[in-house]
């Protein structure tokens, strides 16, 4: 029986077929799995660049194309008959050396600009420094040498890298752009998913070995079941990126560890991936905190999706700082504590209540104590940057000391409280680690909001400041619009036009999201949109209650001076925090937009608008 792995797009391209048809798709692909009577069968392409490529016919003018070595098949596409030959013919396939990941090449459109580079090519070489040794030992391609010896300007590497597998592209763009070798080398050490022990050469001809090492980029499937979840499964679920998967699959942590990262790098996916895999192989239940009820909501839907075993889903438990405190001061005073009325204590006085209940259960909490005595074994905490000092006191207290105990995501440029802690000041001596791809945000909306936010470091969380520079992004796209109106009338009437015009070019309703400062602001919006055919689905909500989530297109409305930000206190220092927590709630509420994000404000816009 074959041995089939699935790529990312694939799942993508099915999806978007006529249920009729992705329902034959799936049909050949179980009886090709099965190996049984009426599969497809590959079929070799003819003057294809690489012999291991063939198609496979899923129905009715539809075709996969597949790299195969011996019985292993890894699915890339589907697409009619003729773009799926032309695919099959212009790409090749290899394993990178030094990092053992596969690599899918555009062979063709490298062929046509080879001449191109050597018509512009000058005396003087880019690269000419740098032997053919220290090249190949960054894994650049033996073949691709002689291409890499025409490059003269850094705006030849910048045009090569459509066309080019990251993990060639990368150290190209490091010694372009005057890095050393050893920065070169740590650039393309971020694309290893594998264990650090594990280190090469290669071996080129083991596509199987080579695809495990590439979680981003294939996902295998043994069965029909496996089969039909990963072919239905969101895409987050099952292909993670390199830096997410090192994370969120390391097989221990001997220290708390504190992963933080810009919008989009995927902090709320490792930390989900991360909580899975603990309830599956750690040792004890997994506490998955996050800041607000909502989010604790948004997480535990997501849990459901992500982990399909109902044993393993059921060891993590979802929850929010309060909801937490409420919980266990009710489990030990045998009802749940009035929040109003007479004898009602604050969430603050509960918050104490239950680090002093989980402290005599299990005596002193920033002592070793029996694992089994606390209340969970792993804890895992999205959105830290927002969890307040009192709260992580009670976080801590719920795991024992111990391998594995803590794991904390967040951003501090994206805080919107008013909170600062040091984790080691509460117990938790973290180490932290960098996100620095986003995987969400076109380059031209993260150098927009980057800009916006103003780029400075942010202190909390750990000792030393958190930077913005560095980070980037995997794509190009749309450059964010801000438009300008007479009268508050006029930007509603825009953000009306605006939004009918995504609905009626396809957008669903439900990625949609409209944000403003204020819930005055959001009724006027609502009241914008009412009756607008098709816009039921679209979410309307306050800059702040936009955290955690995602949109393909996002609508920001009142971002002009005197709302954006309100007039601050004159007092100097709380005049400082209160515009700084104002710039990172419009920050949060503009990276929530995956591929267009549209501003307005009548009057005079605010001040925290690049420009």
Not at 194 to 213: K, M, Q, V
Not at 288 to 315: I, N, Y
Not at 419 to 430: E, F, K, N, S, Y
Not at 526 to 535: S, Y
Request: overall charge neutral.
């Amino acid at each position: 029986m074959p041995r089939l792995a699935i790529g990312p797009e694939f799942p993508r391209e099915l999806s978007a077929l006529a249920p009729p048809v992705r329902r034959e798709v799936v049909v050949a692909l179980r009886r090709f799995l099965l190996n049984v009577a009426g599969a497809p069968y590959p079929e070799r392409v003819r003057g294809g660049r690489d012999p291991r490529v063939a198609t496979l016919r899923l129905a009715e003018g539809l075709r996969g194309v597949a790299v195969r070595q011996r019985d292993v098949y890894w699915l890339r596409t589907v697409l009619t008959d003729a773009d799926a030959w032309s695919y099959a013919v212009r790409h090749r396939y290899g394993v990178n050396p030094v990092i053992g990941v596969v690599e899918e090449w555009d062979a063709e459109a490298l062929e046509r600009v080879e001449p191109a580079l050597r018509r512009s090519a000058r005396p003087s070489r880019l690269f000419e420094s740098i032997c053919d040794g220290d090249l190949l030992a960054l894994g650049i391609d033996g073949h691709a040498l002689p291409l890499v010896r025409l490059i003269t300007t850094e705006a030849d590497v910048a045009a090569l890298e459509p066309l080019l597998p990251p993990t060639q592209y990368v150290p190209l763009a490091v010694l372009a752009g005057g890095g050393t070798l050893a920065e070169a080398w740590r650039e393309l050490d971020q694309w290893r998913a594998s264990p650090e022990e594990e280190t090469g050469p290669f071996d080129p001809d083991d596509l199987h070995a080579a695809l495990l090492r590439s979680p981003d980029r294939a996902v295998f499937a043994a069965d029909k079941v496996e089969l039909d979840r990963v072919l239905e499964a969101p895409s987050w679920c099952l292909f993670l990126h390199p830096p997410q998967y090192r994370l969120a699959r390391a097989p221990r942590y001997e220290q708390p560890t504190l992963v933080v990262g810009g919008p989009g790098t995927g902090k709320t996916i490792v930390a989900l991936h991360r909580a899975a895999y603990l309830a599956a192989r750690g040792s004890g239940r997994v506490l998955l905190v996050t800041f607000t009820q909502g989010l604790a909501d948004e997480l535990s839907a997501r849990l459901d999706e992500l982990v399909p075993d109902e044993a393993v889903r059921k060891r993590i438990d979802v929850d929010n700082p309060e909801r937490l405190a409420l919980r266990i001061v009710a489990d030990a005073e045998g009802r749940r504590p009035p929040l109003v009325g007479p004898g009602a204590r604050s969430l603050a006085e509960l918050t104490d209540e239950a680090v002093r209940l989980l402290s005599r259960a299990t005596g002193d909490l920033l002592d070793d104590v029996d694992p089994g005595r606390k209340p969970y074994r792993h804890l895992v905490v999205d959105e830290a940057q927002d969890v307040s000092p009192a709260q992580w006191r009670l976080l801590r207290a719920t795991v024992p000391h111990a391998r594995d105990d803590v794991f904390v995501v967040g951003d501090p440029h994206q805080r919107v409280t008013d909170t600062r802690v040091a984790l080691g000041a509460v117990g938790i001596p973290a180490v932290r680690h960098t996100l620095r791809i986003s995987y969400r945000l076109p380059q031209e909306m993260l150098s927009f909001v980057v800009r916006l936010r103003g780029g400075g470091p942010a202190g909390g969380l750990v000792p030393g400041a958190t930077e913005m520079s560095g980070y980037q992004a995997t794509r190009h796209g749309e450059r964010p619009v801000v438009r300008a109106y007479e009268t508050p009338e006029a930007e509603l009437a825009g953000l009306r036009a605006t939004v009918a015009s995504w609905l009626a070019g396809g957008v669903p309703a439900g990625q949609v999201g409209v944000g403003a400062r204020t819930t005055a602001l959001v009724r006027a919006a609502r009241a914008a949109l009412d009756g607008l055919d098709g816009a039921d689905g679209v979410r309307v909500s306050t800059f702040q209650n936009m955290k955690g989530l995602e949109f393909e297109r996002v609508a920001l409305v009142g971002v002009a001076e005197g709302v954006v930000p309100e007039p601050p206190p004159e007092e100097p220092a709380a005049r400082a925090r209160a515009l700084q927590r104002e710039r990172s709630i419009l920050y949060v509420a503009c990276t929530r937009a995956r591929g267009m994000l549209y501003l307005s404000h009548s009057g005079r816009g605010s001040p925290f608008l690049p420009l």
